[in-house]
């Protein structure tokens, strides 16, 4: 070090996050800062004739709903979730304002 520099130090992380897979596949990693709300759900709606299985991941971040996954899932599909403390995360597909 020359001078008055000072030494680089890797920024904190500030997010916290999922990394999600499906089937092996990296589908997203998904965080929201330090103050806000993040899920990953999967859903199972049956009815007498068929049923649908979903694949969610979202969060709720300054007032706004935040979407990263929405998809269909298949019976054997396999889902893993890394729980993570990030500096960064992938853009939400849509982000929705709380209108309450």
Request: charged content about 25%; some cysteine.
């Amino acid at each position: 070090m020359e001078g008055n520099e000072l030494p680089e130090h890797p920024p904190e992380p500030n997010i916290r996050g999922f990394e999600v897979y499906l089937n092996g596949n990296k589908l997203c990693t998904a965080g929201v800062g330090l103050v806000g709300c993040l899920n990953t759900m999967v859903d199972v709606v049956g009815r007498k004739t068929d049923h649908d299985m979903m694949l969610r991941v979202g969060g709720l971040e300054n007032n706004e709903f935040l979407t990263w996954v929405k998809r269909k899932l298949q019976i054997g599909d396999e889902i893993t979730i890394r729980v993570l403390d990030s500096t960064s995360a992938d853009e939400p597909i849509s982000r929705i304002p709380n209108e309450s």
